[in-house]
């Protein structure tokens, strides 16, 4: 048996493929930015913060990280609106990625912070600083310097997941995926380009962390 | 008036009571050494001033400022005194100079270039004003620790406190830190140390107290305390018969 391959419909579906693209990155760059501050404020939180705060911090990351993404897609999308909280699909994928960014973000974070040294702490305290000033000058640059490599991976794996929010019409590259190939009956091609798109894409998005990680923390002169 | 006053201050951790009513008043621009076994109290002693550790009982005010456990009095109280640690605790993502500049534009919000004047100032005084831009990383651990002095004297305080600053390093980089701290105290900087450097002590000190079992044991003038133990405990903690 032999298949001919044929990519004779690419150049035809490229204005798809490249808006699909650009919901992604879309997304991916959204979710991450909102999704690891808000897992920084909660291994704040979970770490240092408030005693009243940390249940309600622990009951989010933890309904988050043991119940699927797509499900948490599903009640943000088609769910919340039974309470009148309507959004588009869009904003909901966005949503849902933060949120979910955020869950993971903040355990990887906190371990971060809870390696800090304890003199580290002492030492910000000596100088007068408050708690929280000592958190936010002192520990938290290290501290993501300590996980950046498991952050950058989180950040990676929720992108790629990011392909289940075409399961509520978000048009990402998945969603362009499925509609071109439904058109041009051309699954094996269609999903070859998609699979090469995201994983360029992936690979982009770790380079790039890494140079955020290269721009963000100090380096010896000499390394 | 005494600048630190120590008054009847004792301290428990669970069952095990380590200040067992501690009393000393320091004058401003007196040096006085801590001595003593680990365990003896010293340590803690020296970071209850500093309000690093709660105080269970009695009282310490350092001119005028008053230990108490809310974030206004530690303020207070921390502005007056710095501290020197052990391990250094210099932050290492910022570079020397960074270190000194931190605390002064964070919690005096003094600006940037008023931070950075006075940063140069105390690393010169450390004979460091070199390695500004240097990490903690790339500084021996001497460099380290004259650093984490500059850090400390950045925000003017009128006492340091140093526990065992010298006992991380190796032996060859003790004197350049212990010159440094010779000449604050010549400058008149009042100073309480805990120190095994026992030359140093009676060399620079102008008071020896040795703590034993949470309490003062012996408190005098060096010549004395190192020349006249009067009590067996000293003397076996001195090594003399």
Known sequence: MTYQFDFGWLIGSLPVLLKGIRITVQLILIGAVFGVALGIACAWVRALGPKWLKPVVATYVELIRNTPFLIQLFFIFFGLPSLGIRMSELTAANLAMIVNLGAYSCEIIRAGIQATPRGQFEAGASLAMTPFQTFWHVVLVPALQRIWPALSSQIVIVMLGSAVVSQIAAEDLTFAANFIQSRNFRAFETYIVSTLIYLALAILLRQLLAGLGWMLFPRKASR | ?241
């Open chain 2, 1 to 241: 008036m005494s600048l630190i006053a120590i008054t009847e201050v004792k301290k428990r951790f669970g069952d095990n009571e380590v200040l067992k009513g501690i009393s000393i008043d320091v004058a401003r621009g007196e040096v006085v050494a801590i001595i003593g076994k680990s365990g003896s109290g010293k340590s803690t002693l020296l970071r209850c001033i500093n309000g690093l550790e709660t105080i269970d009982q009695g009282s310490i005010v350092v001119a005028g400022a008053q230990f108490l456990p809310d974030e206004v009095h530690l303020k207070a109280l921390r502005l007056k005194v710095g501290m020197i640690f052990q391990q250094f605790n210099l932050f290492p993502h910022l570079t020397a100079g960074g270190n000194v500049m931190l605390s002064q534009m964070v919690v005096k919000k003094t600006p940037k270039e008023d931070a950075e004047a006075v940063a140069r100032k105390m690393l010169d005084r450390v004979g460091l004003a070199h390695k500004f831009d240097a990490l903690p990383d790339e500084l021996s651990g001497g460099q380290q620790q004259r650093v984490a002095i500059a850090r400390a004297l950045a925000m003017q305080p009128i006492a340091l406190l140093c526990d065992e600053i010298t006992s991380a390093l190796d032996p060859e980089l003790v004197a350049e830190v212990l010159a440094v701290v010779k000449e604050l105290a010549a400058e008149g900087m009042t100073l309480v140390m805990v120190t095994h450097e026992m030359r140093f002590a009676r060399d620079v000190c102008s008071r020896v107290v040795f703590m034993h079992q949470g309490r003062v044991h012996e408190i005098g003038a060096p010549e004395d305390v190192f020349a006249n133990p009067r009590t067996p405990e000293l003397r076996q903690f001195l090594g003399v018969q």
